[in-house]
């Protein structure tokens, strides 16, 4: 177990053996040892988590790593593995971090309710997967998603914001039970608000669509960019807001303050649906290059942030602070911030408040949707 940590710490901090042996003066050969199952001595131990700050009990504890082939990785450069890694590591985490407080407090999360959906053959079983989706998620069936990362949440998913880089992703996502569970997402931070919403649409087409893997001749990624499109923006807006319109630039961008959706991913919506021709596609896409809008667009959609994993925290440990919190869990301060969001405001909108079932108490019922 002690070895199966040690390992895990190394991935969150991004580290290799080498680098270890450098921050706490054990020997790499004895580092490597250890994690291949050999039991450490105390002090050996102690040096290891103080290098690291970790919490000596940290390494004591028992541990289950999801399993292999839930993630949706493809053929990577090596850093870019440690940065893959490193992500899934932080999703490890957040569920024992949701399990440890949620272990004897009798609250009750929200229920799963992903639908479990057969690798789409064509466009328009997308556009049905995402009209299931929808439904599961409790929004209407046609118009903008208000909150895409509350409707996640409050269908049972658990999003975590990423710390380092993910290259070529925004997100990732895992069913880290086969048979069932919870699917957890997690998101890179510091992304524009359209950005963000568009990633957690595609990583809950990845969750819905391709739970079981992904058949051979299917293009996974693109799979979840149509399905993200058409979670955003069913077909019938989409037919309404572009056919019979000149789809300018400028139209676009009125189109995403209206629906939360970058001007690119809406050009990629119109062509989708039909409503532009390729040459029309590649005339906007051109267009925006030229205005240097392609990693930075006009218009600012709103941030959304999580909001489950704080609320938690908050039921199971009521005037607790965060510092608190951390040691009667045993998790490092930062992790447990950088996991629940801790100290980020965010307003208190009754639509928009997650509600947790309390056994012992009779729960304050707010709206929720
Ligand atoms: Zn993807």
């Known amino acids: 177990m002690i070895g199966l940590r040690i390992?895990?710490?190394?991935?969150?901090?991004?580290?290799?053996?080498?680098?270890?042996?450098?921050?706490?003066?054990?020997?790499?050969?004895?580092?490597?040892?250890?994690?291949?199952?050999?039991?450490?001595k105390p002090e050996t131990l102690a040096a290891i988590a103080a290098a690291t700050g970790y919490p000596p009990s940290w390494f004591l504890r028992p541990m289950s790593e999801f399993p292999d082939g839930t993630v949706q990785f493809r053929k990577k450069a090596a850093a870019?593995?440690?940065?893959?890694?490193?992500?899934?590591?932080?999703?490890?985490?957040?569920?024992?971090?949701?399990?440890?407080?949620?272990?004897?407090?009798?609250?009750?999360?929200?229920?799963?309710?992903?639908?479990?959906?057969?690798p789409p053959q064509n466009l328009?079983?997308?556009?049905?997967?995402?009209?299931?989706?929808?439904d599961r998620l409790g929004l209407s069936a046609r118009g903008p998603v208000p909150h895409m990362m509350r409707a996640l949440e409050r269908a049972g998913?658990?999003?975590?914001?990423?710390?380092?880089?993910?290259?070529?992703?925004?997100?990732?996502?895992?069913?880290?039970d086969p048979d069932g569970g919870r699917?957890?997402?997690?998101?890179?931070?510091?992304?524009?608000?359209?950005?963000l919403r568009f990633t957690l649409a595609h990583e809950a087409g990845h969750l819905a669509m391709h739970r079981h893997g992904v058949p051979d001749g299917h293009d996974a990624e693109l799979e979840a960019n149509q399905f993200a499109g058409a979670l955003l923006m069913p077909r019938h807006d989409a037919i309404k807001a572009f056919e019979g319109h000149t789809v300018t630039l400028r139209y676009l961008a009125n189109l995403k303050a209206q629906w939360g959706i970058a001007i690119q991913a809406l050009i990629?919506?119109?062509?989708?649906?039909?409503?532009?021709d390729k040459e029309r596609e590649q005339l906007l896409f051109r267009q925006v290059g030229a205005r240097g809008w392609r990693k930075n667009e006009p218009v600012q959609v709103d941030q959304e942030e999580p909001a489950l994993i704080r609320r938690i925290l908050e039921r199971a440990y009521p005037d607790s602070r965060p510092n608190d919190i951390a040691q009667t869990l045993d998790f490092p301060l930062h992790l447990l911030v950088g996991i629940a969001g801790a100290?980020?405001?965010e307003s208190d909108d009754g639509a928009e408040v997650l509600t947790l079932d309390d056994a012992r108490r009779p729960a304050t019922r707010r709206a929720s949707g």
């Not at 969150?12 to 994690?35: A, F, M, N, Y």
């Not at 699917?183 to 950005?195: L, N, Q």
Request: charged fraction near 30%; glycine fraction near 10%; proline fraction near 5%.
């Open 183 to 195: 699917p957890i997402i997690g998101f890179k931070s510091e992304m524009p608000g359209d950005r």
């Open 7 to 40: 390992r895990q710490v190394r991935d969150l901090l991004g580290w290799t053996q080498k680098k270890l042996e450098s921050e706490s003066g054990v020997d790499q050969g004895l580092l490597s040892r250890i994690e291949a199952g050999a039991e450490p």
């Open 343 to 345: 100290g980020r405001q």
């Open 124 to 134: 328009d079983d997308i556009e049905a997967a995402a009209q299931t989706m929808r």
């Open 80 to 118: 870019t593995q440690r940065a893959d890694r490193r992500a899934r590591r932080r999703l490890e985490v957040s569920v024992e971090l949701v399990d440890a407080a949620l272990g004897d407090t009798g609250l009750s999360i929200p229920q799963v309710r992903f639908p479990l959906l057969d």
């Open 268 to 276: 990629k919506r119109a062509a989708a649906i039909g409503a532009i």
């Open 157 to 176: 998913a658990i999003v975590v914001p990423l710390d380092g880089d993910l290259e070529h992703h925004d997100g990732l996502s895992v069913w880290p």
